[in-house]
């Protein structure tokens, strides 16, 4: 029991220098040179990804002879030799220098001139590198630096992918730009706060993909993330801050989430007879993902073709453009509204709920004074109940054209959309047509 330790001490020791889990003041990690998490789960030191020149300063599973960074520092300034030094200042920033060139490539803080009492930088196993006051626990919610803060592709176990609203930081994760190019790539996920929040893909400047929004314990219109016996997840809304968190149930299972060049979601799990990472889940996307395809008010079923189409009560707005499978325009009101007082909302089920950019909610309003809102301003469009458990509660409402949207019997959900007086009281007719749609469908 005491050898052991001992050979794997001595073992690190010749191979590299540091081996230990923490970086002090004024100390430097050179190449070669690694800092090891307690457990040995996690290693941070340079690297080179495959067919590059380049070198960098990142995070990598120790165990796994395959190598994956879990979390590069460098990303869009890399070292273009091995002279990488990397200090811990006496103000606990990280730098990073180039010693053949004597310039700082990357730091964890633009500048600081406070000192402080011995601050240390420390790797743990969950995989983050955190820099704090000597003396101070290392699993404080805020210390003076984290590299959770700051995913690059990856989201480990653990992280809050998100808003603190506190500090006013966001995490999100951006994909590399290519597999031997840790540099910002094209794809970036986060949680867009104007309005409900939503989990959106960019491509650049543009939505590529909507997660639907959290409506108590899953997203609205997403089928694949079920509860599961590896991890379990939830996704927290309040004064403080809004997250996205997935926490390993199986410890002993190594996960990651990752966010490929090509914009495609890989959860991989480690398989260690096969000593490879396995495919756990991907979002698998189709047409009916593309964001907006069928315009506003207009709904996609995959099951259909062609498969955009009106939502009931609704028409094409360009009817020409419709028929030749040009839906941008979507669709508009069959009768259009007025704002008069006989108007009022007709039930449809199993949607993914729409885009809720510009929407408004409120977690405590019941479903009754929801509608009543709705109601009582002409320009809220649809509501629904912001948290489907239990009975459901909460509030969210909608403004002008609603986007989005697409038919899912499975993972869908319930709108209540503004239509004239005229339209109202169809709820028969669209049971039918569901029953009818659900027998089609079975
Ligand atoms: C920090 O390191 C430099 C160079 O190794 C040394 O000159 C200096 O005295 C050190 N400062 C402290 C406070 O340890
Ligand atoms: C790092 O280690 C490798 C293999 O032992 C060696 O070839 C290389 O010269 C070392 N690089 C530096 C910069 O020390
Ligand atoms: C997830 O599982 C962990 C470990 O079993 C548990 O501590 C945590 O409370 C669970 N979280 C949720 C949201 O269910
Ligand atoms: C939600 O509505 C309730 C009841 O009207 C109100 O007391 C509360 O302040 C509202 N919450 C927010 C966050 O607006
Ligand atoms: C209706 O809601 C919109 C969006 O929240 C708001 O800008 C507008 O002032 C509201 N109108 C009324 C009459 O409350
Ligand atoms: C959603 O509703 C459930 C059941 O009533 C409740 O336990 C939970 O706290 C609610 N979530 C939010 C965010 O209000």
Same mark, same amino acid.
């Given at each position: 029991?005491?050898?052991?330790?001992?050979?794997?001490?001595?073992?690190?020791?010749?191979?590299?220098?540091?081996?230990?889990?923490?970086?002090?003041?004024?100390?430097?990690?050179?190449?070669?040179?690694?800092?090891?998490?307690?457990?040995?789960?996690?290693?941070?030191?340079? +690297?080179?990804?495959?067919?590059?020149?380049?070198?960098?300063?990142?995070?990598?599973?120790?165990?796994?002879?395959?190598?994956?960074?879990?979390?590069?520092?460098?990303?869009?300034?890399?070292?273009?030799?091995?002279?990488?030094?990397?200090?811990?200042?006496?103000?606990?920033?990280?730098?990073?220098?180039?010693?053949?060139?004597?310039?700082?490539?990357?730091?964890?803080?633009? /500048?600081?001139?406070?000192?402080?009492?011995?601050?240390?930088?420390?790797?743990?196993?969950?995989?983050?590198? *955190? *820099?704090?006051?000597?003396?101070?626990?290392?699993?404080?919610?805020?210390? *003076?630096?984290?590299?959770?803060?700051?995913?690059?592709?990856?989201?480990?176990?653990?992280?809050?992918?998100?808003?603190?609203?506190? @500090?006013?930081?966001?995490?999100?994760?951006?994909?590399?730009?290519?597999?031997?190019?840790?540099?910002?790539?094209?794809?970036?996920?986060?949680?867009?706060?104007?309005?409900?929040?939503?989990?959106?893909?960019?491509?650049?400047?543009?939505?590529?993909?909507?997660?639907?929004?959290?409506?108590?314990?899953?997203?609205?219109? *997403?089928?694949?993330?079920?509860?599961?016996? +590896?991890?379990?997840?939830?996704?927290?809304?309040?004064?403080?801050?809004?997250?996205?968190?997935?926490?390993?149930?199986?410890?002993?299972?190594?996960?990651?989430?990752?966010?490929?060049?090509?914009?495609?979601?890989?959860?991989?799990?480690?398989?260690?007879?096969?000593?490879?990472?396995?495919?756990?889940?991907?979002?698998?996307?189709?047409?009916?993902?593309?964001?907006?395809?069928?315009?506003?008010?207009?709904?996609?079923?995959?099951?259909?073709?062609?498969?955009?189409?009106?939502?009931?009560?609704?028409?094409?707005?360009?009817?020409?453009?419709?028929?030749?499978?040009?839906?941008?325009?979507?669709?508009?009101?069959?009768?259009?509204?007025?704002?008069?007082?006989?108007?009022?909302?007709?039930?449809?089920?199993?949607?993914?709920?729409?885009?809720?950019?510009?929407?408004?909610?409120?977690?405590?309003?019941?479903?009754?004074?929801?509608?009543?809102?709705?109601?009582?301003?002409? /320009?809220?469009?649809?509501?629904?109940?912001?948290?489907?458990?239990?009975?459901?509660?909460?509030?969210?409402?909608?403004?002008?054209?609603?986007?989005?949207?697409? @038919?899912?019997?499975?993972?869908?959900?319930?709108?209540?959309?503004?239509?004239?007086?005229?339209?109202?009281?169809?709820?028969?007719?669209?049971?039918? +047509?569901?029953?009818?749609?659900?027998?089609?469908?079975?």
């Amino acid at each position: 029991m005491l050898i052991f330790p001992f050979l794997v001490g001595l073992y690190a020791s010749i191979t590299c220098s540091y081996a230990a889990d923490t970086i002090s003041a004024n100390q430097t990690v050179r190449y070669n040179q690694t800092i090891v998490s307690p457990q040995e789960t996690f290693e941070l030191g340079f +690297f080179s990804p495959p067919n590059s020149m380049n070198h960098y300063v990142g995070i990598w599973y120790k165990k796994i002879p395959k190598r994956t960074y879990v979390w590069v520092a460098n990303r869009n300034t890399p070292l273009t030799d091995t002279s990488g030094e990397l200090t811990l200042t006496l103000q606990g920033v990280l730098i990073l220098r180039e010693a053949t060139k004597g310039n700082v490539v990357w730091s964890s803080a633009k /500048s600081s001139t406070t000192l402080v009492k011995n601050p240390i930088g420390q790797l743990l196993d969950t995989g983050n590198f *955190i *820099i704090h006051k000597e003396g101070e626990g290392t699993n404080q919610e805020d210390p *003076i630096w984290q590299s959770f803060d700051f995913i690059t592709d990856t989201l480990l176990p653990g992280v809050k992918l998100g808003w603190n609203f506190i @500090t006013g930081h966001e995490r999100r994760f951006t994909s590399w730009k290519s597999p031997d190019d840790p540099a910002f790539g094209e794809f970036s996920y986060g949680i867009d706060i104007r309005g409900y929040p939503q989990m959106i893909l960019m491509e650049g400047q543009d939505i590529k993909l909507r997660g639907g929004p959290w409506i108590g314990f899953r997203f609205s219109g *997403i089928s694949t993330l079920r509860p599961n016996r +590896f991890f379990n997840f939830t996704f927290v809304v309040n004064q403080r801050e809004i997250y996205y968190q997935y926490n390993l149930i199986d410890t002993s299972a190594i996960m990651r989430l990752v966010l490929q060049p090509s914009g495609r979601f890989e959860l991989l799990l480690w398989s260690d007879s096969k000593q490879e990472w396995n495919l756990y889940s991907t979002r698998q996307t189709d047409i009916c993902d593309q964001y907006a395809v069928c315009g506003a008010f207009g709904s996609c079923n995959i099951g259909k073709s062609p498969v955009c189409e009106c939502l009931k009560g609704f028409e094409p707005t360009s009817p020409d453009q419709w028929k030749n499978t040009d839906w941008s325009q979507g669709c508009r009101h069959t009768v259009p509204l007025n704002c008069s007082p006989g108007e009022g909302f007709n039930k449809y089920t199993n949607l993914k709920l729409p885009d809720t950019r510009g929407s408004w909610y409120n977690q405590t309003i019941t479903l009754v004074e929801c509608e009543k809102l709705c109601k009582s301003n002409c /320009s809220c469009s649809a509501y629904t109940t912001s948290n489907i458990s239990g009975t459901g509660s909460g509030c969210l409402l909608w403004f002008g054209g609603l986007i989005d949207i697409r @038919t899912n019997a499975e993972s869908g959900d319930t709108l209540y959309i503004r239509v004239s007086a005229s339209e109202l009281g169809n709820s028969k007719t669209i049971l039918l +047509f569901s029953l009818l749609a659900l027998r089609l469908s079975v």
